[in-house]
């Protein structure tokens, strides 16, 4: 059984401090699961995660010039997941 998301700040009503357009936000039961389990994630969702993701591993430079970085602790949780499966997917890749 899957928790529900409350609702997130591109809704009407977001919480104070959430910010706008984070893949996952923090206090909501459905995003900790994601973090943890990305394959409840919908493909563009996904795919945003990804990217992100090698972007802060990687230490790669986004479009503006800056760092990339988890926006909210769930980001980084499932940064760190997407990026154990990275690795493997790396090493065996040799
Ligand atoms: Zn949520």
């Known amino acids: 059984m ?3 998301h409350r609702i997130h700040p591109d809704r009407e009503q977001g919480y104070p401090g959430d910010p706008v357009g984070a893949i996952l936000w923090d206090d909501c039961e459905r995003c ?17 995660a990804w990217d ?10 986004t479009r ?4 990339a970085s988890y926006r ?3 980001e980084g949780r499932l940064g ?4 154990v499966v990275y690795v493997i997917n790396e090493r065996l890749a040799r």
């Open 2 to 4: 899957s928790a529900t």
């Open 32 to 48: 900790a699961e994601q973090a943890i389990d990305p394959l409840g994630l919908d493909a563009t969702k996904l795919r945003r």
């Open 52 to 61: 992100l993701m090698r972007a802060v591993e990687t230490g790669a430079a």
């Open 64 to 67: 503006d010039g800056r760092r």
């Open 72 to 74: 909210t602790r769930n």
């Open 80 to 83: 760190r997941t997407l990026y």
